[in-house]
Nanobody, 127 residues
Framework: QVQLVESGGGLVQPGDSLRLSCAAS????????MGWFRQVPGKDREFIAA????????LYADSVKGRFSISRNNAKDTIYLQMNALKPEDTAVYFC????????????????????WGRGTRVTVSS
């Protein structure tokens, strides 16, 4: 059983940067495909970014492409979401997700695909 804990959320101003972290435990982290999603009240969970476990292939939502970057540190069992040029519409609760059945080069943008989820960290972008 894999546990995921997100951190790094907070209140920032438009244009600021923030880095989210997601620490994993209870599994072989280096074999986990990882993803970031976000959700605002009343809306469906939205895919943000995904990272494969074997090739470091990445996939981004159009809304964050060029501003956000996903990465992993296998030595620390942690993935990151670097968020730059933040906008008010980026305000949401951000969740990380993991799956242990993905192929080495798979990057997945469908939340139903992921087996394990963190509890989320809130990001508020406001002036």
């Amino acid at each position: 059983q894999v546990q995921l804990v997100e951190s790094g959320g907070g209140l920032v101003q438009p244009g600021d940067s923030l880095r989210l972290s997601c620490a994993a435990s209870g599994g072989t982290f280096s074999n986990l495909a990882m993803g970031w999603f976000r959700q605002v009240p009343g809306k469906d969970r939205e895919f943000i970014a995904a990272l494969s476990w074997g090739t470091d292939a990445t996939l981004y939502a159009d809304s964050v492409k060029g501003r956000f970057s996903i990465s992993r540190n296998n030595a620390k069992d942690t993935i990151y979401l670097q968020m730059n040029a933040l906008k008010p519409e980026d305000t949401a609760v951000y969740f990380c997700a993991a799956d242990h059945q993905a192929g080495a080069a798979e990057v997945v943008n469908v939340d139903a695909y992921y087996t394990y989820w963190g509890r989320g960290t809130r990001v508020t972008v406001s002036s």
